[in-house]
């Protein structure tokens, strides 16, 4: 295969998708708890988002952004009237909005002398080199050293290392609301609460990795809104396009810095694209639609939980919303095999980090597609136990 051997792919070909599911080649029906990790918030072949990719590639989908463009106006004007900022930046994906949000961070900090960016232990903020160089686990970065410098780990919710890291060269700290490669790990209120009154002690950004948990999956339209703190900068993707390649960060006042060739993205916020984006942030912006995912999300935590007293090797449910992690303890039972299983099963899971499964489904996921996962999860559990 002329593919280069970056993925460890299952022997699987979809072909086709429709709402929670996926066709393979060979016919067999998937239900889908990944969808496309965090990104088909409202899940296959939405037949919105067919449309407006239909109608907008018979009209025009790409010029740069040497020019203006009514979706991308319009999908800023929304975004910015949703949230607590003053602009945004179109970008491909939660890696490049990382890497933009880390280029704010330095020139916030050039223009004050200091450098220095904070991040956590056991976060994920993408592949490049300047997100992989805060992105707080080895396993990704050993291959790739000398990463950027001027980069501090710090543990994650532990206030005491926080504040000794800081100091008058730090120019930002990066932290995700729920780390999602690292195992579906809230940030604790009292932490953020310690990161913001710091940043803004020591004239510092705080930055948002929003990319897997924005866009409506925690039941908030941005995850901060979770929170009693509002983040200077905050970078987002995946549900955003519900499909199509889209990235973007938004800075508050304090954060709009950067100006004429400081940087750029040539296919981002392009026509098409954001003319599906548009659709996507009116539908998952509703009042409505959001409690909804707060209503399955309780739902799917609480079948999980009760998995917890019945099933011994579950340690205990983690997340929000539709951002849900299953603990296990792996002295019993890999992740692996019940991944390998749930293939089995025609259920699509993911780990995320050593120790969880990570369940992702499309925010339009129903009830009764919520119970024949855990119908399915339940046996597959259950099968270790014998």
């Given amino acids: ?108 900090g050039y223009e004050r002398g200091k450098s220095v960016i904070l991040y956590m232990q056991n976060s994920f903020h993408g592949r490049s080199l300047g997100a992989l160089s805060v992105t707080g686990q080895e396993k990704y970065q050993k291959y790739f050293k000398p990463l950027i410098a001027d980069v501090v780990p710090v543990e994650f919710n532990n206030i005491e290392d926080l504040e ?113 984006s548009n659709v996507v942030v009116d539908k998952i912006s509703d009042d409505n639609f959001l409690m909804d995912v707060t209503i399955k999300g309780n739902y799917l935590k609480h079948q999980l939980e009760e998995m917890t007293d019945e099933i011994d090797f579950v340690k205990k449910i983690k997340g929000k919303g539709l951002i849900i992690g299953v603990e296990f303890d792996t002295s019993r039972i890999e992740i692996k095999k019940i991944v390998e299983k749930a293939l089995e099963k025609k259920l699509l899971i993911i780990g995320a980090g050593a120790e969880t499964i990570r369940l992702v489904p499309p925010l339009t996921v129903s009830i009764d597609e919520i119970n024949d996962f855990i119908s399915i999860f339940k046996e597959i559990l259950e099968s270790f136990l014998e």
């Fill in 164 to 276: 000794s890291k800081m100091s008058n060269q730090v120019c930002a700290v990066i932290v995700e609301p729920i780390q999602g490669e690292g195992g579906i790990n809230e940030i604790e209120s009292k932490f953020l609460n310690e990161i913001k009154k710091i940043c803004d002690e020591w004239d510092a950004l705080l930055i948002f990795d929003e990319v897997q948990a924005g866009v409506g999956r925690t039941g908030k339209f941005f995850a901060y809104q979770n929170y009693s703190v509002v983040p200077d900068v905050v970078a987002m993707a995946k549900g955003l396009g519900a499909g199509v390649p889209i990235g973007a960060v938004m800075v508050n006042k304090k954060a709009d810095i950067l100006t004429y060739g400081d940087h750029g993205c040539t296919f981002g916020g392009n026509p098409l694209v954001t003319a599906v």
């Fill in 1 to 108: 295969m002329s593919i280069m051997k970056t993925y460890k792919r299952f022997d699987l070909n979809f072909v086709r998708g429709e709402g929670s599911y996926l066709y393979e080649k060979n016919g067999d029906k998937y239900l889908d708890f990944v969808a496309g990790i965090a990104v088909n918030a409202l899940g296959h072949s939405n037949k919105d988002v067919v449309e407006a990719i239909k109608n907008q590639a018979e009209k025009l989908i790409h010029i740069s952004n040497l020019y203006f463009d009514d979706n991308q106006i319009n999908l800023a004007d929304k975004l910015i009237e949703l949230s607590d900022h003053e602009s945004v930046f179109f970008c491909n994906s939660g890696t490049e909005a990382i890497e933009t949000s880390l280029k704010i961070a330095r020139k916030y």
